[in-house]
């Protein structure tokens, strides 16, 4: 059966060379075995090899018991990599890139693998992205670029939204700095000047605040109360946490002054700033989303 191919052999071929050069098992803490029967079913798969009954057979037997296969042979001649259908091809560099796999503590060490992953694929069409979490870890999903998120239920394009008035915004850059060097997904107005270039503002912050974000982090203060652009910020964090109100917070305080604001109890717990550092409410924000522990 010949499959029309998105991701070019040219694509599969540099990917291929990049993790099996990488200096690093494209397995991960897995065994080899282990890890390619979360892609395929090995079980089921033929054997080329008349002792044994299938595919799990014939890898054991070349791959750990004789070596006399190496992993390029195995992903290219055996697996055939380079002319299996697309949804394969992703399934194989999604699970490369699985907490499960890929456990690596710093996270910066498994976005650089994603990186240099989505250089190859973006040419093509696709890219990874986190689209769930097990533990606090992203768990990567090979997607089409400008693929329609409203058509992915349970996905957020952002982890956090920074809502804040611009008087405050030298504590609120220092907050975003750490999240960005976290590898959070944010929402953050200075990191989005290309994506709001031309936007109708008031629709794409509704969308932002009432429909992508897990959490609205709000700056509360007698300046955020009178500005009109965190005004409508607010309206649209409020209807959100409205419907969310029997499945958990959206909304999370953080006060720079006592100024109250209508529609927001003043019975929901707040962080006083005066109290924390930028890091430190980043550190706070962290352990919201499950990146670090309490």
Not at 26 to 53: A, I
Not at 62 to 90: A, G
Not at 244 to 269: H, S, V
Request: charged share 30%; aromatic share 12%.
């Amino acid at each position: 059966m010949i499959f029309e191919m998105i991701i070019t052999e040219l694509t599969r071929r540099d990917i291929i060379d990049y993790l099996l050069v990488r200096g690093k098992p494209f397995y991960g803490k897995l065994d080899l075995v282990g890890f390619l029967k979360r892609v395929w079913d090995l079980s089921s798969m033929p054997s080329t090899d008349g002792r044994f009954e299938n595919a799990e057979g014939d890898i054991w037997q070349h791959m750990i018991n004789n070596s006399d296969w190496d992993e390029d042979f195995l992903l290219s001649n055996y697996l055939k990599l380079f002319e299996c259908p697309e949804t394969i091809f992703l399934k194989f560099i999604e699970q490369v890139v699985h907490p499960v796999v890929l456990r690596e503590r710093d996270a910066s060490e498994v976005k650089q693998v994603v990186d240099e992953l989505n250089k190859y694929l973006e040419p093509d069409g696709y890219r990874l992205d986190i689209d769930s979490q097990i533990s606090g870890r992203g768990i990567y999903k090979a997607k089409r670029i400008g693929e329609n998120k409203e058509n992915m239920p349970g996905e957020n394009a952002y982890e956090v939204a920074l809502s804040f008035a611009g008087e405050d915004r030298d504590y609120v850059e220092k907050v975003a700095a750490y999240l960005k060097k976290k590898n959070i997904r944010f929402f953050y107005d200075k990191y989005e000047e290309a994506t709001l270039w031309g936007k109708d503002l008031v629709e794409h912050l509704d969308k932002v605040f009432r429909g992508d974000a897990r959490y609205c982090v709000m700056f509360i203060s007698k300046h955020y109360k009178e500005k009109i652009w965190p005004s409508h910020e607010r309206g649209s964090a409020l209807a959100k946490a409205l419907e969310l109100e029997e499945k958990g917070e959206y909304i999370l305080p953080a006060r720079f002054d006592k100024t109250e604001l209508p529609g927001l109890r003043p019975t929901i717990c707040y962080v006083d700033l005066q109290f924390k550092s930028p890091n430190q409410l980043g550190d706070l924000i962290m352990q919201k989303l499950g990146r670090i522990k309490q």
